[in-house]
């Protein structure tokens, strides 16, 4: 069985604050794939990242940065200088890589994020 | 037009009323799948159909009944639901065998059982 967790429910913290979203998450699987989606108010999931169990290079992408931790199961997301545009819900997810799609996701519980102007 | 569209956006049905839940996308893709997203619950992936056959049913209630005529369009038809079953339902949609390529959702419609 899989099992992603998101243990910040809420995240609150004023612009311009670097903030970090944990991931840490549970499969039996050697080959897997981790996601982070964004879901802003009106409630599509927006992806944000891929990354392949066997790539563990950390990837910067703008304010966007991940921390892939094999050793630990985690897949931090850090965003730096949050923005107020930056509120939303952030979800982690996985998915085995022998499968044949990568819709079939196991998300985490999702963290509320809040950046005050 | 963004890639995967639901209609309606929301929806208000009593118990006894029977509606559908319609999502279409414009990607060329060949798997498609429900979400349901409950307060305060992670999404729980309801169905998958791959070149419109289902092939994941995850014990959903049978007053749930999805629908895939082909590989652009999905239905989730409603009959009989309970308060409980109020939620967002997501639509997705992803490319089978393609190892580059994400699922994209579309922006749910948010149901609530009266």
């Known amino acids: ?117 | 037009e963004t890639g995967v569209t639901q209609t309606p956006r929301h929806l208000v049905m009593g118990m006894t009323n029977k509606k559908s839940l319609k999502c279409e996308q414009h990607l060329g893709h060949n798997a498609m799948y429900w979400y349901k997203q409950s307060a305060k619950k992670p999404l729980e992936l309801m169905f998958v159909y791959n070149f419109k056959e289902q092939t994941e049913n995850n014990s959903v209630p049978s007053r749930f009944s999805p629908e895939c005529p082909n590989s652009s369009h999905l239905f989730l038809h409603l009959h009989t639901l309970q308060p409980e079953d109020s939620a967002l339902y997501l639509c997705a949609s992803s490319q089978v065998r393609r190892l580059d390529t994400e699922a994209f959702f579309g922006q749910g419609t948010r149901l609530t059982v009266v």
Do not use: M
Request: some cysteine.
């Open chain 1, 1 to 117: 069985a899989q099992k992603v967790t998101q243990a910040q429910t809420e995240i609150s913290v004023v612009e311009k604050e670097d903030v970090t979203l944990d991931c840490v998450y549970e499969t039996r699987d050697t080959t897997y794939y981790l996601f982070w989606y964004k879901q802003p108010p009106s409630g599509e999931l927006v992806f944000l990242i891929r990354r392949n169990s066997f790539d563990e290079q950390n990837e910067i992408s703008g304010r966007y940065s991940w921390n892939f931790q094999k050793s630990t199961s985690s897949f931090n997301f850090t965003i730096t200088a949050s923005q107020v545009v930056d509120s939303a819900v952030y979800f982690c997810a996985l998915t085995p890589s022998l499968g044949t799609s990568y819709g079939k996701l196991t998300f985490g519980q999702g963290t509320i994020l809040t950046v005050h102007p």
